[in-house]
């Protein structure tokens, strides 16, 4: 079974930065997808960020308009993790962030489906103060 652990989330002041970071436990599992969400109470679910993989290195990434040129989604190259990378941090931020993974797509273009993404974090706390 995939295994998806979040971590990195916390408080920060509008303008500054946070690392999160998602440790995918594939278990034999083929993701070559991974992405990030984040929810707020009483709304639904928002991708945020993705990134397909093709043969274990980054081939496409897609980036949702809310967050585009403020943060940035990668691979650890010395791990089975991926992180995104949080700058210029604004208060409508400020949800619990999911790490999410859709397995064996067939093409880069499906990796920002996000009726595609059937695994899960249980997700991690940001707040921003302004």
Same mark, same amino acid.
């Given at each position: 079974?995939?295994?998806?652990?979040?971590?990195?989330?916390?408080?920060?002041?509008?303008?500054?930065?946070?690392?999160?970071?998602?440790?995918? =436990? !594939?278990?034999?599992?083929?993701?070559?997808?991974?992405?990030?969400?984040?929810?707020? &109470? #009483?709304?639904? /679910?928002? *991708?945020?960020?993705?990134?397909?993989?093709?043969?274990?290195?980054?081939?496409?990434?897609?980036?949702?308009?809310?967050?585009?040129?403020?943060?940035?989604?990668?691979?650890?190259?010395?791990?089975?993790?991926?992180?995104?990378?949080? =700058? !210029?941090?604004?208060?409508?931020?400020?949800?619990?962030?999911?790490?999410?993974?859709? &397995? #064996?797509?067939? /093409?880069? *273009?499906?990796?920002?489906?996000?009726?595609?993404?059937?695994?899960?974090?249980?997700?991690?706390?940001?707040?921003?103060?302004?």
């Amino acid at each position: 079974q995939v295994q998806l652990v979040e971590s990195g989330g916390g408080s920060m002041q509008a303008g500054g930065s946070l690392r999160l970071s998602c440790a995918a =436990n !594939r278990n034999g599992v083929n993701l070559n997808c991974i992405g990030w969400f984040r929810q707020v &109470p #009483g709304k639904a /679910r928002e *991708g945020i960020a993705s990134i397909y993989l093709h043969g274990g290195r980054p081939y496409f990434t897609y980036y949702g308009d809310s967050v585009k040129g403020r943060f940035t989604i990668s691979r650890d190259n010395d791990a089975n993790m991926v992180d995104l990378q949080m =700058n !210029r941090l604004k208060a409508e931020d400020t949800a619990t962030y999911y790490c999410a993974a859709a &397995p #064996g797509l067939p /093409r880069a *273009g499906y990796c920002y489906d996000w009726a595609r993404f059937n695994y899960w974090g249980q997700g991690t706390q940001v707040t921003v103060s302004s």
